[in-house]
């Protein structure tokens, strides 16, 4: 398929498992081969938001995240603003988390952050921003966190929200054990997550370890939710979210409950789904010398046999009778 980088439809939501070699998959995913290709698509789809509002002469009210995984989406929206003038006077943005204690202007804040890749290059009204303020008391955490929602409220919900993951599945700072009817909060961070980000904050002793972060229950009051996904050391954690049981154990699986939710990922970020990684377990393969290989190695160390060793059956139990048809017999097909 030729790939339009400014076509947003790539990634219309659409029911996930609907076909035999998505089967186990529980969230409606599009993986692209590069991360910048796929930015530049889901950017599109909230520009066309903006400006469909807009045209309907309504605020548009987008959820954002942080991190590495948007940059490049921001990036886009910023050319987009500059060079063929799509204008944000129409956006309410409310970003997901931040750290807690957090000055604005440190550059480690997602204050600075936010105005660094997007909030200072286009024409955003500054009261139309709205960050979790991570200066807040601690007795006035509370009342700062009833008075975000009621904001969101106020301003008539979420229509759009973007999203990364962690590896420890979490979305905004929702770490594990997160409850699915949870609200804007304080929340101590996971060891992992502050691990992640100790390079940025010049050693883990420096990270902080508690934020503010929006709850999975505001998250799954958004209309529309983009969850982005790159590199292969996501891939493991976006597996088990689109293809596990729904746990708190992975906050993200909380998502499966969502009716338009669509997971953005590269190749790399997608390679262990099962129908990547195991495509035979999934449907028919165009067998290849190297996809043959894969699924041989791959079936010895399945059932801890040698290549010589492997039968009939052990093909026909692990969803390879069409390879073992085509070679005739597991004897043919081991020599």
Same mark, same amino acid.
């Given at each position: 398929m030729e790939l339009k980088v400014k076509d947003s439809t790539l990634i219309t939501y659409e029911p996930a498992g609907k076909f035999e070699e998505t089967r186990f998959e529980k969230i409606h995913n599009i993986s692209f081969e590069q991360s910048t290709q796929a930015s530049a698509i889901v950017a599109q789809e909230i520009a066309d938001l903006i400006r469909s509002k807009e045209a309907a002469g309504e605020k548009c009210v987008l959820g954002l995240a942080t991190g590495s995984s948007p940059i490049n989406v921001y990036a886009e929206l910023v050319r987009m603003h500059k060079e063929e003038g799509l204008s944000f006077k129409n956006v309410i943005t409310f970003n997901l988390d931040e750290y807690w204690p957090m000055d604005k202007s440190d550059v480690q804040s997602y204050h600075y952050f936010m105005h660094?890749?997007?909030f200072n290059h286009v024409d955003i009204p500054a009261d139309q921003v709205n960050i979790p303020d991570g200066t807040v008391d601690q007795e006035e955490i509370k009342p700062f966190c009833i008075a975000y929602e009621a904001k969101i409220k106020a301003a008539g919900g979420l229509d759009f929200q973007l999203l990364g993951i962690?590896?420890?599945? $979490?979305?905004?700072?929702?770490e594990p054990g997160s409850h699915f009817n949870s609200g804007t909060r304080m929340i101590t961070l996971d060891y992992l997550t502050r691990a992640d980000a100790a390079g940025s904050f010049r050693g883990l002793s420096n990270v902080p370890k508690k934020a503010i972060t929006m709850g999975i229950?505001?998250?799954?009051n958004a209309k529309r939710i983009v969850l982005l996904g790159w590199g292969?050391?996501?891939?493991?954690?976006?597996k088990e979210t689109i293809e596990g049981e729904i746990s708190s154990i992975v906050p993200a699986t909380y998502l499966q409950e969502h009716e338009n939710t669509t997971f953005v990922l590269d190749d790399a970020a997608a390679s262990e789904l099962t129908r990547v990684k195991t495509p035979w377990l999934v449907g028919t393969c165009d067998w290849t010398k190297e996809l043959t290989a894969k699924a041989v190695f791959w079936l010895c160390e399945k059932t801890g046999k040698t290549i010589l060793s492997?039968?009939?059956?052990?093909?026909?139990? $692990?969803?390879?009778?069409?390879l073992l048809a085509l070679q005739g017999s597991a004897y043919n097909l081991n020599i």
């Amino acid at each position: 398929m030729e790939l339009k980088v400014k076509d947003s439809t790539l990634i219309t939501y659409e029911p996930a498992g609907k076909f035999e070699e998505t089967r186990f998959e529980k969230i409606h995913n599009i993986s692209f081969e590069q991360s910048t290709q796929a930015s530049a698509i889901v950017a599109q789809e909230i520009a066309d938001l903006i400006r469909s509002k807009e045209a309907a002469g309504e605020k548009c009210v987008l959820g954002l995240a942080t991190g590495s995984s948007p940059i490049n989406v921001y990036a886009e929206l910023v050319r987009m603003h500059k060079e063929e003038g799509l204008s944000f006077k129409n956006v309410i943005t409310f970003n997901l988390d931040e750290y807690w204690p957090m000055d604005k202007s440190d550059v480690q804040s997602y204050h600075y952050f936010m105005h660094e890749h997007l909030f200072n290059h286009v024409d955003i009204p500054a009261d139309q921003v709205n960050i979790p303020d991570g200066t807040v008391d601690q007795e006035e955490i509370k009342p700062f966190c009833i008075a975000y929602e009621a904001k969101i409220k106020a301003a008539g919900g979420l229509d759009f929200q973007l999203l990364g993951i962690g590896r420890t599945g $979490h979305i905004g700072f929702n770490e594990p054990g997160s409850h699915f009817n949870s609200g804007t909060r304080m929340i101590t961070l996971d060891y992992l997550t502050r691990a992640d980000a100790a390079g940025s904050f010049r050693g883990l002793s420096n990270v902080p370890k508690k934020a503010i972060t929006m709850g999975i229950n505001t998250v799954l009051n958004a209309k529309r939710i983009v969850l982005l996904g790159w590199g292969q050391n996501k891939a493991e954690i976006l597996k088990e979210t689109i293809e596990g049981e729904i746990s708190s154990i992975v906050p993200a699986t909380y998502l499966q409950e969502h009716e338009n939710t669509t997971f953005v990922l590269d190749d790399a970020a997608a390679s262990e789904l099962t129908r990547v990684k195991t495509p035979w377990l999934v449907g028919t393969c165009d067998w290849t010398k190297e996809l043959t290989a894969k699924a041989v190695f791959w079936l010895c160390e399945k059932t801890g046999k040698t290549i010589l060793s492997l039968t009939d059956k052990d093909y026909n139990d $692990h969803g390879m009778s069409d390879l073992l048809a085509l070679q005739g017999s597991a004897y043919n097909l081991n020599i």
